[in-house]
């Protein structure tokens, strides 16, 4: 034991590192020890990709390189208006393409990563056509879950394919009987609402006899909003002989133990995040906060809105985030209500101004579309984001 102590203390010094004890001793994170573990299994190709971007000449950088049907390469460039891809795109993309292995990939929200595993997973379901549901995303939140589907759709512009999502806090049996009509290949869900319709509804299960693709969006979320009981009773409903996507902007070790299960031991590990330890988002906003007794709330709020609307009359955009739908119906009406004529004057004043107005047809109605009890009243800010039970 002696001996491999003063080995282990020379090879730390033939590294640059002090031997004495308790110097050059750091804890390693798990994120760390995990990405490095398989950068060196990937190889000299996957350090060329991430640390190199002169040397990623093989890397195609542009959709009409990628070896994929025409009717996606005219819903990319007609519809989405698409030509480049971003960088997780040009990483993940190419290599679902080429092998038909499981992949998981860390890469920040709002990277083009929802196009990263929708493309691979239409091309296959082309290649290998089958029946009933054949792609499945798992979503932490409805708000993206219907995000996702957009997309899905846009891409399937061109295609006789059709998609479908399952959200919750909507009519389950409208559930089914859109599953009758429309018969999706493509299946965007959140995992409560899933896992019902898994437990209750008659031969549910059997949609995804042939599934072909799984995908796990946001997965860091998905457990932090506490999904992993759900995730793993689902994965358990779903054939063996699929390929996983996972796809996460950390890799904590309850994200481990869910690729442990969902994902096959050969799976490949893209990291399109690297060393970076900022969001370019939080270096970007101005950040502040407050912390307020709860019956002042509603008060700094309502003049926090006014202040924010009068420093940019025409060009103010707010967001406002509650924990529940019931929290923000209760804190969208007395707001409202008392901004409701300084909206219609500031849509008459921008119209005089020669600015662009909601529409030409609708001041009114789209006041009483987004009027008092909405979540999105239209001076532009009201949205809630609901988790997937």
């Not at 906060?289 to 609307?309: F, K, T, W």
Request: glycine content about 6%.
């Amino acid at each position: 034991m002696r001996g491999a102590a003063v080995r282990a203390g020379a090879r730390m010094s033939r590294r640059g590192r002090s031997a004495a004890p308790g110097e050059g001793w750091r804890p390693i994170l798990w994120e760390q020890r995990f990405a490095r573990s398989h950068a060196l299994s990937q190889g000299r190709e996957k350090i060329r990709l991430n640390e190199s971007g002169e040397e990623r000449t093989s890397v195609p950088e542009r959709f009409s390189e990628l070896p994929i049907s025409e009717e996606t390469q005219r819903a990319l460039h007609e519809v989405f208006g698409y030509h480049e891809m971003s960088k997780v795109q040009a990483q993940v993309i190419p290599e679902a393409l080429a092998k038909n292995q499981d992949l998981v990939v860390r890469a920040h929200t709002g990277t083009g990563k929802t196009l990263a595993f929708l493309i691979p997973a239409v091309e296959k379901l082309l290649h290998t056509p089958t029946h009933g549901v054949a792609m499945l995303v798992i979503s932490p939140t409805r708000e993206l879950a219907l995000q996702i589907h957009r997309e899905a759709e846009t891409l399937l512009s061109h295609h006789e394919i059709s998609s479908l999502s399952m959200i919750g806090g909507t009519n389950q049996r409208q559930d089914q009987v859109s599953l009758r009509r429309r018969k999706p290949r493509v299946l965007i869900a959140t995992p409560g609402r899933l896992l019902e319709h898994l437990e209750r509804t008659y031969l549910f299960p059997t949609l995804f006899e042939n599934l072909q693709t799984l995908v796990l969006d946001e997965a860091d979320r998905l457990l932090s909003l506490g999904f992993l009981p759900e995730v793993k009773e689902i994965v358990s409903y779903l054939p063996s002989r699929r390929r996983t996507m996972l796809f996460s902007a950390t890799m904590p070790e309850t994200v481990m133990d869910v690729i442990s299960k969902a994902c096959r031991g050969n799976y490949r590990y893209i990291d399109c995040v690297g060393e970076e330890t900022t969001s370019q988002t939080a270096l970007m906003a101005q950040q502040s906060y407050v912390v307020l007794p709860g019956h002042q709330c509603l008060a700094a709020l309502y003049n926090l809105i006014i202040n924010e609307m009068a420093s940019d009359r025409y060009g103010y955009k707010i967001l406002v985030f509650f924990a529940t739908a019931r929290m923000t119906s209760f804190m969208a009406q007395p707001v409202t209500e008392p901004l409701t004529s300084a909206v219609l004057a500031d849509i008459t004043c921008a119209e005089t101004a020669g600015h662009r107005r909601p529409g030409p047809e609708n001041s009114a109605a789209e006041l009483g579309r987004h009027g008092p009890g909405s979540s999105a009243p239209c001076f532009g800010g009201w949205y809630m984001e609901t988790t997937g039970r």
